[in-house]
């Protein structure tokens, strides 16, 4: 077999599993950008691997998770009757009880791990998987479409074997699982671009949220008020994360690259495009760091899977023609969908609103060179 530089991880036992009909997660995105990509021909280029998935072990799990919680989610998994428990966040609109979920939360822990390890072992340069970032997962608590928190399983796996990971969180919400996983240790640096939680779930992620102890100056976030549009996200990636990602030189990259944050995105208010999205998958490309990537949010279907396309076309150095391939409008088209194209132009919000986000971006990453800056790159 030859070398392996770049892995899909996909399972199409996703596919069998089902949040409910009125739920905005819909598992289906992930077969829709596979599609896309094989579409496209991604699917056969050199040094590429597809890789299934087995689901993480209780060990795994209990890494990160709680024994009265997972053996709570394993009864409800099983039961035929519904049932709640909001001590443990199971049973509500957001994160409804279903048959099967717990093997679908420890499939995708177990699809995270697989790209990790495919990196740490395999020395695959990048590892994509499409279902992972299950980011709001709580030690005790599902939140947020989230019950199981697959990158911080994956994480505490690298991190057992020494290694030093950052972790970015680009999804419209906060990655407040993670963050709270690692809040004081300086051996996991945490770094969130996300909208405010001022109006906005899960209500956290704000600038003074820095970690403690010795994780004081690792965790990292940057609230993005709505209307933040392609060139008001990119200068906060590029004066914060860039730069931090560089000074804490991980020897691991995690990544959750949510689609969330997309302009027509029913869930948020941010305005994001393939534009910048392009740009910064390209930007983690370039840094060379091993890499595991995680698909994250997207409640427009198609919007996921143009995304995503185009992240695992850079990941593997790969243009694509703007139009999509007619195999696969051909598919989409009974669904309802008119898409013909695969990029979004750069996108400029209204003037009166922009410069309200660009004020507040402005004055979030002059807070952060002040209290981040000096632990992470010495002197600023
Ligand atoms: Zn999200």
Redesign the pocket.
Known sequence: MPPCRTALIYSPLFGTFNYGDDHPFKLERIHMAYELMSAYGLHELPHMQIRDCLAASDEQLLSFHTPAYIDRLKEFSASDVPRADFRFGLGDADCPVFKGLFECAALGAGSTLEAARLVEEEQCDVAFNLTGGW??AHRAKAS?FSYINDAVIAINWLVARGRRVLYLDI???HGDGVQEAYYDTDQVMTISL?ESGVYFYPGTGFENEIGEGRGRGYSVNVPLLAHTDDAIYLKAFDEVAYPLIAGFNPDIIVTQI?V??FRTDP??NLEITTYSYCEIITKIKRLKIPWVALG????DLMNTARAWTLAWAIMNNVELNPRLPLSFIDKIEPLGYQNRVLLDAMHWAEEDERTVALAAVEKCIASIKKTIFPVILGSC
């Open positions: 980011h709001h947020g999804d419209a919400h996300h949510g969330d944050t869930l948020t994250g949010g997207g409640y």
